[in-house]
């Protein structure tokens, strides 16, 4: 393997940085006290490619590599990971699901709106008794012939309010288990769709975070996303991917803590001297770098064997495993560093462990991450 970027990828890089610096940083702040989602900066975003990165030039997408999606998700998510989650799910879950597994004509009418920042997808698994169990689902989706009834309630949805089409993974057949659940394209404002109230979050309070509800909500038989019963593999196979985008969030939190812990250790004085200088803060920097950077080489192994073709769902899960733990350990230290300052806005550390948690906890806990690992190393 070798990781040396190219000339292509630190073009790419640097436009993400640019643009964090630029547009997301000013008003960040604000955004996370207010809750508020950077709507006017969507469609920015979308002019410079960011939202359908890794999806088929010849449905508006940039046709880009893993490696080049993980570099715009560190980059942005060292500024904002509110709006860095955003196009996450855009990106690995939504566009990636329908470019991989929808049909022509989905691509067409839905693939080609969401890549350019016209229009913004979300993806509903999570339910109040089924988030990581997919196979708990009580959301149903009942064949009427031509189209599907589907009723039940989704939460902790990305984009909740903010998205245009909806990927909605429903229960079809019961008694069929895994094999009896199917994924459905839903449009906003459909009879029956409402939208809850927004969740109250810690962190990542730009996000916009919602519960969904569906009563006897009518979709077309051509929403259904692949053959009967393959919702489950759909799934799985969206959430693996967007396991490596989580641990580039987690990777690009801790990366921009570290960053300014690292400038504030350089001005702070202390006892006659930079307080960098002195070796309770050096040995907290040096670990915050090493983590930092063996974070760094798993999630860009994940990328890699994704863009190879290969099984990633293992080294997927190992990344963000790790980059998840880095980012709250990082941010945290980031903290004491700036000592008094660390707990005040201003110095935006205290906002970053706050966003920091949440790596841990969405696209599958720790825990489960755990489980699918040690099935990885298990199962010879």
């Not at 090493?290 to 073709?309: N, P, Y």
Request: overall charge negative.
């Amino acid at each position: 393997m070798d990781f040396k970027l190219t000339e292509e990828h630190i073009m790419i890089r640097d436009a993400a940085r640019d643009f964090a610096k630029t547009e997301l940083l000013p008003g960040v702040i604000e955004r996370d006290e207010k809750q508020e989602f950077p709507k006017e900066l969507v469609k920015k975003m979308g002019d410079l490619g960011f939202l359908g990165m890794m999806a088929s030039p010849e449905y508006g997408g940039g046709g880009m590599d893993t490696i080049s999606y993980i570099l715009v998700m560190e980059e942005l998510s060292k500024i904002d990971a509110s709006a860095s989650v955003m196009v996450s799910v855009n990106n690995s879950l939504v566009c990636w699901g329908l470019d991989t597994y929808g049909s022509e004509e989905q691509k067409k009418k839905y693939l080609t709106k969401l890549t350019t920042g016209e229009k913004l997808g979300a993806f509903c698994l999570s339910e109040p008794e089924a988030g990581s169990d997919a196979t708990s689902q009580r959301t149903t989706a009942i064949d009427q012939g031509d189209h599907y009834i589907l009723n039940g309630t989704k939460n902790w949805i990305t984009n909740g309010s903010s998205a245009d089409y909806y990927l909605v993974i429903a229960q079809t057949d019961r008694e069929k288990k895994h094999k009896g659940i199917n994924a459905f394209i839903v449009e906003k404002g459909v009879e029956g769709f409402e939208i809850g109230p927004k969740e109250q979050k810690m962190g990542i309070r730009g996000s916009d975070t919602h519960s969904l509800n569906f009563n006897d909500v009518k979709v077309p038989k051509e929403n259904r996303i692949g053959e009967d019963g393959f919702g489950f593999k759909f799934a799985m196979k969206t959430l693996s991917g967007g396991r490596i985008g989580i641990a580039a969030q987690a990777l690009g939190i801790a990366s921009g803590a570290y960053e300014l812990a690292l400038d504030y250790s350089k001005q702070r004085k202390a006892f006659g001297t930079e307080i960098c200088n002195h070796q309770a803060i050096a040995f907290k920097l040096a670990d915050m770098y090493t983590s930092i950077e063996a974070s760094r080489h798993l999630v860009m192994r994940a990328a890699w064997d994704k863009d190879q073709g290969q099984n990633y769902d293992l080294t997927g899960a190992m990344a963000k495993v790790y980059a998840s733990k880095t980012a709250m350990d990082v941010t945290t230290e980031a903290v004491q560093v700036h000592g008094g300052n660390g707990y005040v806005k201003e110095y935006h550390v205290e906002r970053l462990m706050r966003d920091a948690k949440i790596t841990q906890i969405y696209e599958g806990t720790s825990e489960i991450q755990k489980i699918v690992i040690s099935r990885g190393i298990l199962k010879d």
